[in-house]
């Protein structure tokens, strides 16, 4: 459902889906390639009730749950990087890495949302 919502969702963000890079004078631009994002999905041995809903969540914990790649030139290039931790429980996580220099807060706000309302259809469509 996720994925489906965001290969919809680059449709209208489609430079999230390219790499950063830089220029020779220092300016940065993306390059819109077919490459796509970082995408990993993991799975808890645990419920979210055991992290109390996430409530008051330590950072290391936390950390568990956002993208981490092994090569951190790798992550670096990319604007966005996603990362699905699904719970015994049915729940889940979603820990969305986005560039600041390629968007704000307000920026990912809007493509958070977006993405919300996209997955919210993809999942009425895929139950009918």
Do not use: W
């Amino acid at each position: 459902m996720i994925k489906e919502a965001l290969s919809k969702a680059f449709v209208y963000y489609y430079p999230l889906a390219g790499k950063i890079v830089t220029f020779d004078d220092g300016k940065l631009g993306i390059n819109c390639n077919v490459d796509g994002i970082p995408f990993l999905e993991a799975t808890a041995n645990y419920e979210l009730s055991s992290l109390h809903y996430l409530e008051g969540i330590d950072v290391p914990t936390s950390q568990k749950l956002v993208f981490d790649d092994d090569n951190p030139n790798n992550s670096h290039d990319h604007p966005l990087v996603f990362k699905v931790t699904k719970f015994l429980c049915g729940g889940f996580t979603l820990g969305m890495g986005l560039s600041h220099s390629v968007c704000d807060g307000f920026g990912a706000y809007k493509f958070f949302r977006a993405l919300a309302k996209l997955a919210s259809t993809v999942e009425k469509v895929s139950h009918q």
